[in-house]
Structure formats: C-alpha cells, structure tokens
C-alpha cells in the first residue's frame, strides 16, 4: 500500500471547519435496490428519498432489458458517442424521447448533469446573457459559471418571479439571451410557470430552457411540467436516472441545436458513451410510461397520500416534499432521529440549500403502500421540530446571494 503524505494543513482545516458547521457528510451504503424497505448496514429501513419514483429500477421489464441488452452489447461501451461508443440502442432511446416529449431531435448525455453543462457552455457564449431561476440545480449553475468562462453574463432572478425576470431582460445589452430554469425545482417540490416563462421568452426573443429531471414520469402524463405545448420551450433538458430508473442525461431541440451540442459539448465529445444496458432499460422504461398510465397514477395517489400526511397541501403534486428544519446540526439529528425509528431520508444542507434552510427531503414512490406512507408521515410529525420561524421552502424569502 502506497502511504500518502497527506493533506497540507489549510486542506485539513478546511475539511475541520466544514465539519464543525455541521456539513460534513459520508455516503450511505445500500446493501439493496431502491425498493421502498432497503437493507442498511443490516438494518431494514424504509426509504423516503429516493427519485426512483416509480420504482422502475427492478421492474422486470427494464430489468430484462438490461438483461438482453448486455448479452449482446456487453457491459461497458469503449468508447464515446462519436468514436466507438454508440449504439443501435442509443439512437433508438433518442428517437423514443424526442417522439415522446414533441421534439425534432435529442441528445443522449452519461448525466443530466452533463447534459445541463452541455447546453449552457454550448448556447451561451459573449453574446448571450443568461437568466436563471435562483432556485436552479447545481448542474445549471455549474453550467452557467462555465458559460461565465466563455464571456457570457449571468443574471439570477427570483424564484418563480416573473416580474423580475421582465425586469432583467428589460436590461440586456449583449444581442442574444437565454432563460434557464428547473422544471420541478429538486430541493423545493416547486413547479415552475412554464407557459408564463415560455410567453416572457417569446416577447424578449431569447430561447427558453427548461430542465424538468424530476417532472418527466411524474407529473401529467408522465411528460412532465413542459408536456407538449404549442408554443414549448425551445430546449427541454430531462434525466434517465430518477423517474425512468437507469442513468443518464437527454437534451430535446431542434435538429440544429442537437448537432451543435454533438460537435460543440465537451461533456458528450469527451466522455464515455452510457453503457448500453442502461440505454436499454430506460427505454424499456419510456416505453412503459407511455403505454400504461397506471404508473403515473399510483405515483400521484401516494404522492397525494404523503404531502396529506406531510400537512404540505400546495397542488404542485411533485413527489418532493420538503420538510423544512432550518439549523444543519438539528437536521442531522433529526434525520438520525428517523433512522432510529427504522426511515432512511438524509439531511439536506449548504450548499445544496442555502445556510440555516436545511430540510429533510422526503419523496415518495409509486411502490410504497399506503402503511408505510402513513408511518413515515407520523413519524416525521412527531419527530421533526416546531416549524417556528422557518418558512417552508416556497414561501421563504431568499437569505443570500444565489450561488451561480
Ligand atoms: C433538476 C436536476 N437537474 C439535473 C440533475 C442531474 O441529473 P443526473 O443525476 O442524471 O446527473 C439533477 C440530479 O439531481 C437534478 O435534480
């Protein structure tokens, strides 16, 4: 074994003082699939955060899939999509989700985050300013630092708050804009007003963005909170690796915006192909939503159940529900508190949150049965603190600068 020097000290104190603040964090190792009991360090516990939500990952038709799939392509794909890396498969996945979701074209990505990368490094250069929701996922901000680099500005406005993005495109100098926003906001279970966005974007002339990782196969007919629309978002970014149960990223556009991102996106340039039998069972996966509308629908019926349970009553009807704790030692010891009571829902803090606005992030799965959603939503009751003064999610107002 190699006997590294360690750390230099400002790296260990770094690390210390992290620690202290209560953000420190460690992975979980599941000894089980993303059922709704999972196997913990021996423990059985229900799982209450997890975006496989709609169980799909062990359905036994993705899974035979997969199955197949490696049988004949193997397990790894060699290569990236403009070498050796594509499939037969792939270019089928591509054509089911731009069929599906109402697109000309799509790209496939290994991640969703590579795929937010792609598009904001490729559509954003010095003559764009973009404008993006301050609630946006790490991987749009990543995006938009990155477009930073290529010159462009970056102006965040306000969650949800149309006025104030009229207000900062009334104010571009550069010739071109783009407005990017989440679909259903990950950390909030917040919807955003996509036809109200979609309107603000044709009036300014800029292109609209919208990820919606966590809307696709949850909310609507499993197309989301920028199901087919006339006129759509111009560029509609998606994951296989929550509701369609396998890994991955998928951008739909026009043809020419996807040939751009295949010449121009570091991300799909320089990285290893999905393997191909993950590409298999998310399109085993689309393929099942698109044809039994029962998935969806137990979803939304135990999403229903939980947020009743919760006391959440927004409509937003997305499976995330925060519940919000505030302090990051307190949510800690509250999560730990759960886990003691055999439920696995891990602590959110800063940076996913900002500082002081740490939840607990429940969702739900269409498997759970109504018992288990009971007995999470009274054991999060009983155990999660007095909600004094710490606004829920959607309501709070913003404490600090956004961290794009
Ligand atoms: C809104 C949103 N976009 C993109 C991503 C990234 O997707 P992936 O996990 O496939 O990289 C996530 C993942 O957490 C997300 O929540």
Known sequence: MTTPT?????????????????????????ASGQHPVVDVDGDRRLLFSSSNYLGLSHHP???????????????????????????TLHRRLEEELADWL???????FPTGYAANLSALTVLAD???TV?????????????????????????????RDLPALRRLLGTRTTPHGLIVTDGVFSMDGTVA???????????????????????????????????????????LVGTLSKALGAEGGFLCADTTTCDLVRNQARPFIYSTASPAPTVAAALAAVRLVRTDPG????????????????????????????????DETQAVAVAESLRQEGFHVPAIRYPTVPRGRAILRATVMATHTDAQIDAFTSAAGRLRPAPAGVPAPDRAPTRRAPAH
Do not use: M
């Open 6 to 30: 360690g750390l230099s000290p400002h790296l260990t104190d770094r690390l210390r003082t992290w620690r202290a603040a209560g953000l420190g964090r460690t992975t979980v190792d599941l």
């Open 61 to 87: 038709d993705v899974v035979a899939a997969a199955v197949d799939a490696t049988r004949t392509f193997g397990t790894g794909a060699g290569g990236s999509r403009l070498t050796t890396g594509s499939t």
């Open 102 to 108: 109402g697109y000309p074209d799509c790209v496939l």
């Open 126 to 128: 010095d003559t764009v």
């Open 131 to 159: 404008y993006s929701d301050e609630r946006n996922h790490a991987s749009i901000i990543d995006g938009c630092r990155a477009a930073k680099g290529n010159g462009a500005t970056v102006h965040v406005y306000a969650h």
């Open 193 to 235: 007003p996509v036809d109200g966005l979609v309107a603000v974007a044709r009036e300014h002339g800029c292109p609209l963005l919208v990820d919606d990782a966590h809307g696709i196969g949850t909310l609507g007919d499993g197309r989301g909170s920028a199901a087919p629309r006339s006129p759509a978002p111009d560029v």
């Open 295 to 326: 998935h969806v629908r137990r979803l939304q019926d135990n999403v229903h159940r939980l947020r009743r349970g919760l006391g959440v009553h927004n409509a937003s009807g997305t499976p995330i529900v925060p519940v919000p704790v505030g």
